[in-house]
């Protein structure tokens, strides 16, 4: 009798406990969102959070050692470059007036006649985020960080400059060039560095990383700038890896006031979780990669969307001979390639078969643009050549197996795979080639069914195997392969990507990363890339960029299939302002730039108190606290029916 | 052999385990092909090769593999497995720590859930096998083990988070919390749980299928034994004979079995992590073999690897106290 009444006694209790707890958590919730950043509601204090998202993880916050397109979306907000992108890729004109947008740090460039010597008159009106001026000795001091520091994308904007860079004042920077060059003088946004402040960077060199954990290892490449001191409107706050980077706006920024208050970047790991968090409105904006996805996107309400094109391609790399040419400077001959492929009639062939329409058709739904030349569509105006009339090379089928008929490429043994001509390095040899493409780029995989068969049509035999990231480097740096299939973000200037393909960037030993994946090495290219480089007229350089694009298109080491899209998509009710780079159908956040002028223009469509990003979604606390004790009633009725039938039995 | 004997040569048996892992562990990641200083620098204008060189010495690959063991050693045993390659000025133990705890979250309860689940299923389902309840029992748990987690967590994503036909929009897309959402308390606790929710529930209809099938058929195997039926004949009512006498008796495997599972619950579980973008140990991992970051392989595979080897210690050492045969044998 006791034992039943004590178990009714537990129950009662318990069931109290379940619902007190439920009012009380209740109780907290209210007394907890009554602060928090819910930006739907519009009280003084809440925040206009921005809230974006993408599937890409930064590599790294600092710029001495970041290199994928996530990260320069923070830089865009939160730093200066000399000479600022416009939205067309082209340099903003210096401009001594301060607006907030035409804002790279450089108000006037002067060079002298010989074109060796650089003056850069920098603007003195802004400030760091805890409150020091920017001056032109921040200029010169990241600029000699960058060099002597080989930092791994910046260095390469530096190479030319000869000795330190100085600042003989406040709003001076001068530096002399080893050759008389045209990339320093303005007339495009050649160096794509970004400056930093010198009393934080100075401080990583001596190995105090501000905000990091005493004891770290730090220097300035080891530094994870977060929190960030910037000069932009916005510097980033936190960064939690695999997660989010959220940024506040610079307390010092003198120029137009932001509409938002924060920006937030969300990390998905695949495209279905951020088209369900735009339809619910848990995001503002997000990009995607998919072209399913993004027609999904195009039909649901309250979302806008935008196919833009960005300076990015994917190619396939062809083996040009890693080991059939000869042993000059740090490369020596090393791999098993095909021999077939140091014929540049071969690389042509493969080149004409592939028909870059019918795979951006099929593999990218019509959305990209069909590739040809290493220079994309969207870059610094001029820059690019196209082949036209007699200059293409297909598509052609017909005309492929014309060329390699010619050349003596035949199938003698009936068998449907052309052999090595007599005479050549491998006689008899049949045309069977591996053929890789990267397990983590869904496109290059679509893309082997077809462009297999095609080269089966022109006599060429393909076998395709799909491999990491890491393992195709080795693969390619071994020169263990024929064909691969990767892809490039080229810079809007096209000095980067064109020293890419010089003889002195082939992997040079079968063990060591070279960027030159197709082993390419014509002479002729590496002395334009030279003379270019020396130029300094604008059109004289594009004229020898020309000629550089002509030949490696010729020559047909990558047979460029597309221009990459950009998917993005964004809510309608939520935020507007968008600014897409290049006009009129590009990247709407404006992801080349410093400071990206779209930071400061997006603002809340009328009616909405803008983002959501602090608003949570999902069942209250009280209900949480009922489910929590439903369950531990339920464990408790369970153990004491256990108990009760357990005694009994004794 | 005496109880302490036992433990003492368990015990040691797990250290000697630690040990070869610890040594092979540092081999295992240097004998995969790939530079990771190359990789460092693809697509970089800072590639030359002075560069890969200047960064095959800061990430310390250019010292003799004796030396670097030796260093690695030293480092192993004070718990300082430096920084990240890829994750850079970020110390491996940092980064490890803040995914420890969203991982046991995540892994550790919805094991024991589908556990407690499975075992229920399969406790009533074995003891009346042949009923309906049994068949639909089976059906189903057959169809949820089968089923691929990804394949299953995106409805899930689809139907509960996005809101389909007539499943509400209830929860979160992704993620653990909410950025920026300067909670505290209850409130952040249940914006922890709504994060929590969905991946939670995949793992555990996921996981409960294996649970319930290994106990129904232990449970059966029990059922036939003598003293089941001299229970019965002594007239010891059903529920005793279930609750008493068969189902201690059939737990031992599934014991094993759960207690196993509960090592591996710091690899996470890449699939569901992937799928709703949670921040586990599971997708870290993944990020950590694609860019062949190798002290944080380390730090990971010595933790995955020394979990699973505490684990079947505490099962070794707990299982002969609930079957003494084991010690004696």
């Given amino acids: 009798m006791k034992k039943r009444k004590a178990f009714r006694l537990g129950i009662t209790l318990m069931l109290a406990g379940a619902f007190v707890s439920a009012v009380l958590a209740q109780a907290a919730y209210a007394q907890d969102t009554t602060g928090a950043t819910g930006a739907t ?37 939160s730093l200066h470059l000399l000479v600022d992108f416009n939205a067309d890729f082209g340099p903003e004109e210096p401009d001594p007036k301060f607006d907030g947008f035409n804002s790279g740090l450089v108000t006037d ?55 330190e860079v100085t600042a003989p004042d406040a709003t001076h920077v001068e530096f002399d060039t080893t050759e008389p060059t045209g990339l320093y003088n303005g007339d495009s946004p050649y160096i794509y560095a970004y400056i930093l402040p010198k009393h934080i960077f100075e401080q990583t060199e001596r190995g105090v990383c501000p905000g990091q954990p005493e004891g770290e290892r730090c220097s300035p490449k080891a530094y994870s700038y977060v929190p960030q001191v910037g000069s932009g409107p916005f510097v980033m706050a936190e960064y939690k890896v695999g997660e989010f980077v959220r940024m506040e706006r610079n307390p010092y920024w003198p120029g137009p006031k932001p509409a938002i208050d924060e920006i937030i970047y969300r990390i998905y790991k695949n495209d279905d979780a951020i088209a369900t968090a735009l339809q619910t409105g848990e995001i503002d904006f ?28 994917s190619e396939i790399a062809m083996n040009s001979g890693s080991a059939y040419e000869k042993a000059e400077g740090a490369f020596t001959p090393h791999g098993d390639g095909h021999p077939a492929l140091a014929d540049p009639v071969v690389r ?66 009936g068998d449907g795979i052309r052999e090595m001509p007599a005479g050549s390095p491998d006689p008899g040899r049949p045309l069977d080639f591996r053929y890789y493409v990267r397990t983590s780029e869904q496109t290059s995989v679509d893309a082997a069914p077809f462009v297999s068969e095609w080269l089966q049509q022109i006599g060429i035999k393909t076998e395709v195997t799909a491999v990491n990231s890491a393992k195709l480097t080795d693969i390619i740096n071994a020169g263990e ?40 090495c014509n002479p002729e290219y590496d002395k334009l890339y030279q003379e270019q480089l020396g130029q300094t007229d604008a059109n004289a350089r594009w004229d020898i960029v020309h000629q550089m694009q002509k030949i490696f298109y010729e020559d047909s080491p990558y047979a460029i299939m597309w221009y990459d899209p950009v998917f993005s998509a964004w809510r309608a009710d939520r935020f507007t302002g968008y600014i897409p780079q290049p006009q009129p159908n590009g990247d709407p956040l404006e992801g080349w730039g410093g400071i990206s002028e779209v930071w400061l223009s997006l603002h809340p469509v009328a009616g909405s108190a803008g983002g959501s990003g602090a608003e949570t979604k999902g069942i209250s606390p009280a209900v949480w606290g009922i489910v929590a004790g439903v369950i531990v009633l339920l464990i408790a009725v369970f153990v004491i029916r256990r108990r009760r039938a357990a005694d009994e039995d004794v | 052999m005496g109880t302490r004997r036992y433990i003492l040569s368990k015990v040691l048996q797990a250290l000697l385990t630690l040990a070869f892992v610890m040594v092979f562990n540092f081999f295992l990641f240097r004998v995969i092909p790939g530079d990771p200083a190359a990789l460092l620098l693809r697509g ?33 045993f004070t718990l300082n497995f430096g920084d990240s390659f890829f994750l850079k000025g970020q110390d491996v133990k940092t980064v490890i720590a803040d995914r420890i705890w969203p991982t046991l979250l995540l892994v550790a309860t919805s094991t024991l859930a589908s556990a407690a689940l499975g075992l229920l ?32 967590g995106i409805l899930v994503l689809m139907a509960f988070a996005g809101g389909i036909g007539p499943f509400p929009s209830l929860f979160p897309a992704g993620g653990y919390a909410t950025p920026g959402a300067d909670l505290s308390g209850l409130g952040h606790a249940a914006d922890v749980l709504n994060h929590l929710a969905l991946p939670w529930f995949v793992l555990v209809v996921a996981y409960m299928g294996e649970y319930s099938l290994i106990m129904r058929n232990s449970l059966i195997d029990v059922m036939n034994d003598d003293f089941v039926m001299t229970a019965r004949a002594k007239g010891v009512r059903e529920k005793q004979i279930l609750w008493r006498h068969v189902v201690p008796n059939a737990m031992l495997p ?47 595979f010595l933790l995955f690897s020394a979990a699973v080897i505490i684990a079947n210690l505490v099962a070794d050492i707990l299982y002969s106290q609930l079957d003494p045969r084991v010690r004696a044998g």
């Fill in chain 1, 109 to 163: 460039i002067q060079v002298s006649d010989d074109s060796m010597h650089y003056t850069y008159t920098i603007r003195d009106d802004l400030f760091w985020s805890d409150g020091e001026p920017v001056t032109a000795d921040d200029v010169a001091y990241t600029l000699n960080l960058y060099k002597n520091n080989h930092a791994y994308l910046p260095v390469g904007y530096t190479t030319l400059i000869d000795g």
């Fill in chain 2, 44 to 76: 970089t204008a800072a590639f030359n090769p002075e560069n890969v060189e200047r960064v095959t010495h800061e990430l310390g690959l250019d010292k003799p593999l004796p030396q670097q063991f030796l260093v690695y050693a030293q480092d192993t």
């Fill in chain 2, 254 to 300: 599934t014991f094993t079995v759960v207690l196993l599972s509960l090592g591996f619950i710091f690899g996470g579980a890449i699939t569901v992590e992937y799928v709703f973008s949670y921040p586990g140990l599971g997708l870290l991992t993944v990020q950590a073999i694609d860019s062949k970051d190798f002290p944080l392989l380390q730090g990971l």
């Fill in chain 2, 121 to 152: 299923i399969g406790i009533y389902s074995g003891w009346r096998h042949g009923s309906r309840f049994d068949v639909g029992a089976q059906g189903f748990t057959l169809f949820v083990y089968s089923m691929p987690e990804f394949w299953f």
């Fill in chain 1, 481 to 520: 392969y024929e064909l691969s299939s990767w892809g490039w973000y080229p810079d809007p200037d096209p000095a980067s990507i064109l020293s890419y393909f010089t003889c002195d960037q082939r992997p040079p030993d079968g063990s060591t990363y070279g960027n030159n994946d197709a082993y390419y």
């Fill in chain 1, 286 to 313: 997000g990009y995607v990669t998919t072209a399913n996805i993004f027609n999904t996107l195009k039909n649901a309400d309250n979302v806008d969307t935008m196919v833009g094109s960005i300076p990015s391609f």
């Fill in chain 1, 41 to 77: 509601s519009q009280s003084d204090d809440q925040k206009v959070v921005f809230t974006w998202a993408g599937t890409g993880e930064p590599d790294s916050l600092n710029p001495m050692t970041g290199y994928s397109a996530t990260e320069f979306y923070f830089w865009t907000a």
């Fill in chain 1, 348 to 413: 042509q062939a493969i080149r004409m078969a592939i028909d870059s329409e019918q795979l951006n058709q099929q593999v990218l739904l019509g959305y990209g643009v069909p590739g040809d030349t290493l220079v994309p569509p969207v870059s610094v105006e001029g820059a690019r050549w196209e082949p036209t009339g007699a200059d293409k090379l297909g598509p052609s089928i017909d005309g492929a197996k014309q060329l390699l008929e010619d050349a003596g490429y035949v199938d003698s043994d």
